[in-house]
């Protein structure tokens, strides 16, 4: 006869799971990233610490290390290994027309004035594994101007990318993903823009043209090109506020005149440097945009 443990038998065991957790001060988990920037390049050194406590917690159990000496000895010798670290250091989580009111708001307010340019420019960073650029493209083909368009899709992580530009996603998420498209404005439905294989769905090629998927760091890469919109969401939650200045540093710097600036719930340019540079649209989701230049005679001033 199976007995069921006493109520009391979790708390034991959280307290017992607890007492023999890996233990390292702020400046143990700084040298390993130091240490990771000096053999791989790859700066995660202004990354948020309770984000970086959280996924190195999760790495030494998934390395089996019993000390972050251990693990940054495991990584450094074995590309393989970083390579693995990095999927969990970065944290690839995302879906289609995630918060379709920033979708709509998008839709309705931004894309009218996307469409006066003749070659609209739109960066989405830290694109993780491509559906938010996927939604853009869906919504700027939606409202004819995608031909002309060019998505600049970036991330750090290489696997995430390789993934991103097969545009192939289970089809467990796309039950979901058609109702937020829905939510979003969409004028048709989600399953036009992909066929079904197996466990899969495979994105109409068409989409995917348009996107130009690249590595690129906020941490350490600059401005590549000029853009009409910057698409940077949930992204900016994992930085400390050094490297939140720097990204929207590199937004403001990316934008053209009078550009826009999407950002996640929870994200603000409030308390940057360019905080006064970005206003926020009325009744939108986190979409701001780029203030009109002052001239110093007080006189003109553009819209």
Not at 284 to 291: F, I
């Amino acid at each position: 006869m199976t007995q069921t443990p006493p109520a009391h038998a979790g708390r034991h065991a959280a307290r017992n799971t607890e007492r023999h957790a890996v233990r390292y001060t702020d400046a143990q988990l700084q040298s390993l990233m130091e240490a990771l920037y000096q053999r791989y390049s790859y700066d995660f050194r202004d990354y948020a610490l309770p984000s970086q406590r959280r996924r190195l917690n999760h790495a030494l159990e998934r390395f089996q290390c019993d000390s972050l000496d251990a693990l940054q000895q495991a990584v450094l010798d074995d590309a393989v290994a970083f390579g693995q670290l990095l999927q969990i250091l970065t944290v690839p989580v995302t879906q289609m027309f995630r918060d379709p009111g920033f979708f709509l708001a998008l839709r309705q307010q931004i894309v009218p004035v996307l469409k006066t340019y003749p070659s609209p420019r739109i960066w989405v960073a830290g694109c993780c594994t491509g559906e938010e650029a996927l939604s853009l493209a869906i919504v700027l083909h939606e409202e004819g101007v995608l031909e002309r368009s060019l998505i600049y899709a970036t991330d750090i992580n290489p696997q995430a990318l390789e993934k991103a530009a097969t545009g192939v996603y289970s089809i467990l998420r796309m039950q979901q993903a058609g109702s937020d498209y829905l939510a979003a404005g969409g004028t048709g439905r989600l399953e036009d823009y992909y066929t079904v294989e197996h466990a899969t769905v495979r994105f109409d090629a068409r989409l995917l043209e348009q996107i130009n998927y690249a590595d690129h760091s906020l941490a350490t890469d600059s401005v590549f090109a000029e853009t009409q919109l910057v698409c940077c969401r949930n992204v900016l939650i994992y930085f400390n506020k050094t490297l939140q200045d720097r990204a929207l540093g590199l937004f403001h710097e990316s934008l053209c005149h009078r550009g826009f600036l999407g950002l996640g719930s929870r994200e603000v340019p409030h308390f940057s440097s360019v905080a006064d540079d970005f206003e926020a649209l009325p009744e939108t989701k986190k979409l701001y945009r780029k203030r009109a230049r002052k001239y110093a005679s007080g006189v003109r001033h553009d819209t």
